[in-house]
């Protein structure tokens, strides 16, 4: 997975971004990989998974498979109410959701805003990080989501197929 | 597309249309390889010819009009040689059906480097060449027979010697009706000959014979083409005289001539040639190519299509229906979109069902009729994607056809219960696996002619594959009158690959030796099979399909194997079971019974395990909270409901919490954009817009032994 890194952080610099509220963080992905947004409901139980894979649901047909991104870094008790989001993602033809705290906005982000993200060592893994935004007072913690989806440790697809989605 | 040519100075893009061209060239081809494969030279009908012709005639336009000028070159001279036959100028012999045929798969091949899926480039010149030399060897052999018909000896006994004269007399003068009588009947021992020229057919002819002696015992013989190919006197007895005669009467019969109807022997010369007749023409063809070069000749003027053709359409048993060509996203996303039509109306029919019928009853109306039209909508697009499997069998005559000639063989392959249809998926995914059956058949089972004759058995052997629905599966059976299995040779093959084989072992449990990886017991690998990959294979996909497959075999008589599958992969009768809070779907196929598990019925057994005694019969019982765990609920095994289900001819008891119903579920797949789940099969949408699982239940059989 390693050997692309520097490829995938040149092509999602600069360009907008959908920030959502994982606890009190904010994070912001690639606004081009998002599908829709939706409300969080009837999500049906997949048992022996990890606890943050939510279960699948029905979107319109489709059978999509639902991470709570709350619980796979740690951020908290994840609470579901009326106000919890799932954001439809679309990664090579392969639709998933996410379960984050709440949407806020659209922000356009040019390169000089972006700063490399410092090695954390800690619970989000840098691999998954193309940057953080500064925007004013707020800080962006910009996820590569598309790698994070179909990293092999999340284990949302199957191994043999992980390469030919990261490739 | 690189090798695509761009049309002569057309403004206009044209590659938006090459798919459309594509598609209906290939279709075209197709038609035209089944028609050439199911005509009769000797009885070839003007609607057969004019619907080949016309195939030819639509690949010639479009590719000119697309600008692939190779294939207008090849079907150029295709539709040359058609017309002229088709117009009667021109007999249509086996050779010319075989150039046809070749001319076909030059075409596929050019269309397939259009379309970018191939780099090979076929021999276009070389049909072209042999087209053009069969036309003017036919137009030739036309010309040179006299006019006033064909010279034929005619030999017939006279039985026991008692000569009625006004038979006699009378035939003498129905012969005279026909043709021309050149010599008086002559005495010759006891057989009576006489010449004639006529320009009936040979049946005719024969048939006049009918009131003097068996019309089986007249010997008529082409007297001209006696005499150029006189290698055929040496061939015994007057059947073999007859395939002679039948087989050259194609060069010589005027076009007019009524066709003869197939006798045993002629079919024998159609399209699965007998060895001898099939070797003379094949030497008899470059001949006549060699007599006269192409240059010497005028180039055959070719004859524009009748563009006003008003000649019936000619349909095959495939294409008999008008159609529209849709892609199958199109067809999935409308099931998609009505799967949410068909949860949506539940919905509403849930919240209206508490309104008061009494203030309602116009909106409970409306609902009523809602369902009943969702329903038959529902079923409506649910059989679009059902295809007769005809689409599947039509590939097989000529593959058993070019098979046979390779090996040596004499094979008719039979085919039944074409209309048969069954769901897109599985039309798609049977195909490979019944070509291998066919290939076996035709490779292993049938024997060689002359075996054949020797054991008894008409020299021609037989292939048939037949479809039909059973139940809520379809059948599908490969049969062939070979030499069957033989037991002997698999147990000792079995033996030598240290399989776990014993002689008490049924003839049923020895066959299914076959499907063992890499298990063969031809002698001889040839390039057609004998690797002992593929039984294995055919057997995996087979399952992988949902299907099963069995051998019947009888030594001398034959081999029937058996191949039932599921009607659709896309619809499924499903039990929806309650597991704690979670609900899901077992396939129906799979279910024997449900029972009250009665603490007194089920026994634990060490190790933690428990059977149920059903019947005098102690079943395992699989607890679907072991394997499923985190439901809220987890009661006792005591308790619950037992579903006895059967797989692998295995049964089982799975516990469950209840049964909730019995409903047809539209089968999605999981590993579309999530993973496979051990234990489940895929995954379907209830009436409420939820998600329930579909069971895998060998997998699970399989998980709850670990």
Known sequence: MSHNDTRESADTQSGEFLTFALGNEEYGIDILKVQEIRGYDAVTRIANTPPYIKGVMNLRGTIVPIVDLRIRFKLGEPSYDQFTVVIILNLHGRTMGVVVDGVSDVIALTTEQIRPAPDFGATVDTRYLTGLGAIEERMLILLDIEKLMTSGDLALIDAGTEESVAA | ?706
């Open chain 2, 1 to 706: 597309m690189s090798s695509v040519q761009s049309g002569e100075s057309s403004p206009i893009d044209m590659s938006q249309f090459y798919q459309v061209f594509f598609e209906e060239a290939e279709e075209h081809l197709g038609e035209m390889e089944s028609l050439l494969l199911s005509i009769d030279p000797l009885a070839a009908t003007s609607d057969e010819l004019n619907a080949i012709f016309r195939a030819a005639h639509s690949i010639k336009g479009g590719s000119g009009t697309f600008g692939f000028t190779d294939m207008t070159a090849v079907t150029h001279e295709l539709e040359s040689l058609l017309d002229k036959v088709r117009k009667n100028e021109l007999p249509l012999t086996p050779d010319m059906v075989d150039a046809l045929l070749v001319a076909g798969d030059v075409l596929k091949l050019q269309l397939a480097r259009h379309r970018g899926q191939s780099d090979d480039v076929p021999d276009a010149e070389g049909i072209c060449e042999r087209i053009r030399a069969l036309m003017l060897a036919e137009i030739e052999a036309a010309s040179t027979a006299p006019s006033a018909g064909r010279e034929l000896s005619i030999a017939f006994p006279v039985p026991g010697g008692a000569v009625d004269q006004a038979a006699l007399d009378d035939l003498a003068s129905m012969l005279a009706q026909i043709g021309e009588l050149l010599t008086p009947l002559e005495r010759n021992g006891d057989m009576r000959t006489l010449r004639l020229r006529t320009r009936a057919a040979n049946k005719e002819v024969r048939n006049l014979f009918a009131f003097v002696c068996e019309t089986d015992a007249v010997i008529i013989e082409d007297a001209a083409q006696d005499q150029s190919y006189g290698f055929f006197e040496d061939e015994p007895g007057p059947a073999s005289k007859e395939i002679a005669d039948d087989g050259f009467g194609f060069f010589a019969d005027l076009p007019d001539a009524p066709p003869a109807a197939a006798s045993s022997t002629d079919q024998g010369y159609g399209l699965f040639s007998d060895v001898p007749a099939a070797a003379s023409t094949a030497a008899v063809v470059p001949a006549q190519q060699h007599g006269r070069r192409a240059s010497d000749q005028p180039a055959a003027e070719p004859v524009r299509a009748g563009r006003r053709d008003t000649d019936k359409t000619v349909h095959n048993a495939q294409g008999d229906n008008a159609s529209i060509r849709v892609s199958v996203e199109k067809v999935d996303q409308l099931i998609n979109q009505l799967g949410e039509l068909v949860i949506t109306q539940a919905m509403l029919a849930q919240q209206v069902s508490q309104f008061d019928p009494l203030l309602y009853q116009n909106l409970l109306n409306g609902m009523a009729d809602l369902e009943r039209n969702t329903r038959d909508l529902q079923e409506s697009v649910m059989s679009i994607r059902m295809l007769p499997i005809g689409f599947v069998f039509k590939r097989f005559p000529r593959m058993v056809r070019d098979l046979a000639s390779k090996l040596g063989k004499q094979v008719q392959l039979n085919t039944e219960g074409e209309a048969t249809e069954l769901d897109k998926g599985l039309i798609e995914k049977i195909a490979d696996p019944l070509t291998h059956l066919i290939r076996n058949s035709v490779d292993h089972g049938i024997e060689m002619p002359h075996v054949r004759t020797a054991a008894g058995k008409p020299a021609q052997g037989s292939v048939t594959l037949r479809a039909a629905h059973q139940g809520g599966s379809i059948l599908i059976e490969v049969i062939d009158d070979g030499k069957g299995l033989d037991r002997e040779k698999i147990l000792a093959k079995g033996r030598e690959r240290g399989l776990a084989v014993h002689d008490a072992m049924t003839d049923a449990e020895v066959w299914m030796l076959v499907f063992e990886a890499g298990f063969s017991t031809a002698d001889a690998i040839t390039d057609v099979s004998g690797r002992g990959v593929g039984m294995d294979v055919v057997k995996r996909n087979i399952a992988e399909l949902g299907g099963t497959v069995e051998i019947e075999s009888a030594s001398g008589y034959g081999t029937r194997t058996m191949v039932r599958l599921p009607l659709t992969l896309a619809i499924i009768d499903g039990m929806s079971v309650g597991v704690g809070d979670d609900v899901y779907i077992i396939p129906l196929a799979t279910v024997v019974e449900s029972l009250q598990a009665s603490s007194r019925a089920v026994r634990s057994v060490a190790g933690g395990g428990y059977v149920v005694e059903v019947r005098d019969e102690y079943l395992p019982v699989v607890s679907l909270h072991d394997i499923f765990p985190g439901s809220v609920r987890n009661p006792d095994a005591r308790e619950g409901i037992m579903l006895v289900v059967e797989s692998e001819g295995v049964k089982n008891a799975f516990l469950v919490d209840e049964l909730l119903g019995q409903q047809q579920v539209v089968v999605k797949s999981l590993e579309a954009n999530y993973r496979k789940v051990p234990g489940v099969s895929g995954a379907t949408i209830l009436g409420d817009g939820g998600v329930a699982l579909i069971l895998d239940v060998p997998t699970l059989v399989r998980m709850s032994r670990h």
